[in-house]
């Protein structure tokens, strides 16, 4: 088995490991991902991503993500801006389409500045999905102090949940059985959320499938939409997350909602056929 090379990028320290398999293709299973993703054993990251080749027309790649668990994700807003960072920068276009299980996504920009269109958010409770009708912007979930999430779906799930503080909330407690409550049946990313002014949100992130991270682009994004439709913030806002700082705009004009950050590559290198060999275990 060859060594496979990858570049590791993150966007305000959501990190990935992406194997470019638009010519080489690779097929990593859910226990080489695993591997792969351990910060002790292996490279170390929150997502493993694997771009294929375009499945869509007008597109220029497919992006496969599978969550440090090993676990597939439909979405990733930072993946999504670091994947068009490498695209743009390999055609020198200002705009990238990437095919997702969650639909064609946009990204544009220059440099290490890009903005994703995520297009429509999904609000009602079988597109989050939860397990049972409710009022989304109510949903009858609690953990602890933890309660009366507002949910929705940027391509994948997720409870916001607000708080006087976020800095104060035990989300490592917290955060894996929310991520596992039985209203949420594909599992969900658990924010919590203060408000610090109604352009300017604190937001920490429990990811699905990967924990406590830096920065979760579609949990600020599903928190700025959470938000404003409760009435507590604007439709544009700074969302300021552990790493950094997104610019969430949910637009009035085609109900799109935009996330805006940075983007980095942190190195190149190759992954040993050690981490590869798991590939056999389904």
Same mark, same amino acid.
């Given at each position: 088995?060859?060594?496979?090379? !990858?570049?590791?990028?993150?966007?305000?320290?959501?990190?990935?490991?992406?194997?470019?398999?638009?010519?080489?293709?690779?097929?990593?299973?859910?226990?080489? *991902?695993?591997?792969?993703?351990?910060?002790?054993?292996?490279?170390?990251?929150?997502?493993?991503?694997?771009?294929?080749?375009?499945?869509?027309?007008?597109?220029?790649? !497919?992006?496969?993500?599978?969550?440090?668990?090993?676990?597939?994700?439909?979405?990733?807003?930072?993946?999504?801006?670091?994947?068009?960072?490498?695209?743009?920068?390999?055609?020198?276009?200002?705009?990238?389409?990437?095919?997702?299980?969650?639909?064609?996504?946009?990204?544009? @920009?220059?440099?290490?500045?890009?903005?994703?269109?995520?297009?429509?958010?999904?609000?009602?409770?079988?597109?989050v999905p939860l397990a049972s009708a409710c009022d989304t912007l109510h949903a009858p979930?609690?953990?602890?102090?933890?309660?009366?999430?507002?949910?929705?779906?940027?391509?994948?799930?997720?409870?916001?949940?607000?708080?006087?503080?976020?800095?104060?909330?035990?989300?490592?407690?917290?955060?894996?059985?929310?991520?596992?409550?039985?209203?949420?049946?594909?599992?969900?990313?658990?924010?919590?959320?203060?408000?610090v002014a109604r352009d300017r949100i604190r937001l920490r992130v429990w990811e699905r @499938?990967?924990?406590?991270?830096?920065?979760?682009?579609?949990?600020?994004? *599903?928190?700025?939409?959470?938000?404003?439709?409760?009435?507590?913030?604007?439709?544009?806002?700074?969302?300021?997350?552990?790493?950094?700082?997104?610019?969430?705009?949910?637009?009035?004009?085609?109900?799109?909602?935009?996330?805006?950050?940075?983007?980095?590559?942190? !190195?190149? @290198?190759?992954?040993?056929?050690?981490?590869?060999?798991?590939?056999?275990?389904?």
């Open positions: 088995m060859e060594r496979l090379p !990858f570049i590791k990028m993150h966007g305000l320290g959501n990190d990935f490991v992406v194997v470019d398999a638009r010519r080489r293709p690779a097929t990593l299973s859910a226990a080489a *991902a695993r591997s792969i993703a351990d910060r002790r054993y292996g490279v170390g990251c929150d997502q493993l991503i694997l771009l294929e080749a375009p499945r869509d027309a007008g597109t220029e790649a !497919f992006m496969t993500i599978r969550n440090a668990d090993g676990g597939v994700s439909a979405a990733c807003g930072n993946a999504t801006r670091c994947i068009g960072a490498f695209l743009m920068a390999e055609t020198g276009a200002r705009i990238a389409r990437i095919g997702t299980e969650a639909g064609v996504l946009t990204a544009e @920009g220059s440099g290490d500045v890009v903005t994703v269109d995520f297009g429509p958010p999904r609000l009602d409770w079988h597109e979930i609690a953990e602890g102090p933890l309660a009366d999430p507002a949910c929705c779906s940027m391509g994948n799930p997720h409870g916001t949940f607000f708080v006087p503080n976020a800095e104060a909330v035990d989300l490592a407690r917290h955060g894996p059985r929310l991520e596992h409550h039985k209203m949420f049946p594909e599992r969900a990313n658990i924010g919590v959320a203060e408000i @499938g990967a924990g406590i991270t830096q920065a979760c682009g579609t949990g600020a994004s *599903a928190a700025l939409v959470n938000a404003h439709r409760r009435g507590l913030a604007d439709r544009t806002a700074t969302l300021v997350l552990d790493g950094g700082a997104l610019t969430i705009e949910w637009r009035e004009a085609d109900n799109h909602v935009r996330m805006t950050g940075p983007v980095a590559i942190a !190195f190149r @290198g190759e992954i040993d056929p050690s981490l590869l060999a798991p590939a056999a275990t389904p």
